[in-house]
């Protein structure tokens, strides 16, 4: 394991265990009723999906460079699939918690999008 990777993998670390904080708060406190058993889970589920894709972006650019492009997008392809199976499953299985769901599932979904993209594009600067 490369040094920015390791790298990724504690501030992912870090950064799962300060949603994992805060959303138990918020759950406990002012989305009482939203609160899902399966929430845990899901946090794991996302850092973990988003902590492949990203190492496997970080060993494809590294053997040859021109590879990012395909490796990002098969990056992506693979997680919406992923998450897409996941919601579906889930949303068959269980129907009377649908909007906490979801909402519980975009909410973590776009953070940590965003906390890839911040990394991928320090990544390219590199």
């Known amino acids: 394991m490369t040094a920015a990777s390791r790298r990724f993998v504690v501030k992912i670390l870090i950064f799962t265990l300060v949603i994992f904080?805060?959303?138990?708060?918020l759950f406990h406190t002012v989305?009482?009723?939203?609160?899902?058993?399966?929430?845990?889970?899901?946090?794991?589920?996302?850092a973990t999906?988003?902590?492949?894709?990203?190492?496997?972006?970080?060993?494809?650019?590294?053997q040859n460079p021109r590879k990012f492009t395909t490796a990002y997008m098969a990056s992506i392809t693979l997680k919406?699939?992923?998450?897409?199976?996941?919601?579906?499953?889930?949303?068959?299985?269980d129907r009377s918690q649908v909007i906490p769901f979801v909402c519980t599932f975009i909410t973590f979904y776009v953070l940590y999008t965003i906390f890839e993209i911040v990394h991928v594009l320090a990544f390219i600067k590199k």
Do not use: C, N, Q, R
């Not at 989305?31 to 996302?46: D, G």
């Not at 190492?55 to 650019?61: F, P």
């Not at 919406?80 to 068959?92: A, D, E, K, N």
């Open 80 to 93: 919406l699939i992923v998450y897409l199976s996941t919601m579906l499953i889930y949303l068959l299985i």
């Open 31 to 46: 989305f009482k009723m939203w609160y899902l058993a399966a929430f845990p889970y899901l946090l794991l589920l996302i």
């Open 49 to 62: 999906v988003t902590s492949i894709g990203h190492l496997l972006i970080i060993k494809a650019s590294d």
């Open 21 to 25: 904080a805060i959303a138990t708060i």
